[in-house]
Nanobody
């Protein structure tokens, strides 16, 4: 199983980034996909989730209206569009795949929002 995140980086407040997660070696279309993040000294938190067929999404209150999760089951990818970024969004962002009691994690990609 592999989940490989990309797209992180340094951005100014108000800026945008697009994170991507490429999945392989499992049946991607069966899994709900999520993005989590973990800031220094804080617990990992759920940012956004998308159902296996892409029809249902959920967001943390702190990112609603700013972040958009999407997936492409033909390409085995899930993305997170980040807009209107705030300093408080600085964290390592992790891709997660979940099916029943099975969960897989990526290695994370750093997002730093700073002027």
């Amino acid at each position: 199983v592999q989940l490989v995140e990309s797209g992180g980086g340094l951005v100014q407040p108000g800026g945008s980034l697009r994170l991507s997660c490429a999945a392989s070696r499992f049946t991607f279309s069966r899994y709900a996909m999520s993005w989590y993040r973990q800031a220094p000294g804080k617990e990992r938190e759920l940012v956004a989730r998308i159902s296996s067929n892409g029809r249902s999404t959920n967001y943390a209150d702190s990112v609603k209206g700013r972040f958009t999760i999407s997936r492409d089951n033909a390409k085995n990818t899930v993305s997170l569009q980040l807009r209107s970024l705030q300093v408080e969004d600085t964290a390592v962002y992790y891709c997660n795949a979940r099916f029943g009691g099975i969960a897989y994690w990526g290695q994370g990609t750093q997002v730093t929002v700073s002027s």
